[in-house]
């Protein structure tokens, strides 16, 4: 049985030895926690997605925050509040995605693939799936927009990014 205080070098050896070599060129960073472009994107976890380069910025540009479906949850509320009053953040994109695995399966049919697979009931964990990507976007931005504790002003908008186009398609809410 494996330590579970130790850290598991093994398992992290690649990223140890891509972050030695990035290191040696790191010059440190003069960049503040700030989002110098005003923006914060909501987006999936999915790693064909590379947010910054989606919408043409850099480190320092923008916040970014990831979760499965690109979903708007307390979490994620919690924090665009505190990017909003602390972290310059005065845009906000909700930018789920084409081809996602939490569009198109129901919580049932997710639950049950995890439990066919690997045994676990997850049943008590809601996944946020959809059945249309817009549907839930639209929902998702209007849950921001109509959270009474941002800042005046806020503005929040939609868009889906298509994973073999490159391009995003804002939607109308």
């Not at 049932?108 to 799936?129: L, P, Q, W």
């Amino acid at each position: 049985m494996p330590d579970s205080k130790r850290f598991p070098i093994e398992a992290f050896e690649d990223v140890l030895e891509a972050n030695a070599q990035h290191a040696t060129a790191y010059g440190g960073s003069d960049l503040t926690g700030r989002a110098a472009r005003g923006l914060a994107i909501v987006t999936c976890i999915d790693s064909r997605i590379d947010p910054l380069s989606v919408v043409g910025m850099q480190p320092g540009d923008v916040k970014i925050l990831r979760n499965a479906g690109a979903r708007v949850t307390d979490d994620v509320q919690r924090t665009l509040l505190l990017a909003s009053y602390l972290l310059g953040v005065q845009r906000i994109l909700i930018m789920p995605h084409t081809d996602c695995r939490m569009v198109g399966s129901s919580e049932a049919d997710i639950h049950a693939t995890i439990r066919a697979a690997n045994g676990i009931d997850t049943r008590s964990i809601e996944f946020r799936t959809s059945n249309d990507v817009d549907a839930s976007l639209a929902l998702d931005v209007v849950r921001v927009r109509a959270n009474p504790l941002l800042p005046a002003g806020t503005r929040v908008g939609g868009a889906v990014y298509d994973v073999l186009s490159g391009r995003l398609r804002p939607v109308e809410v």
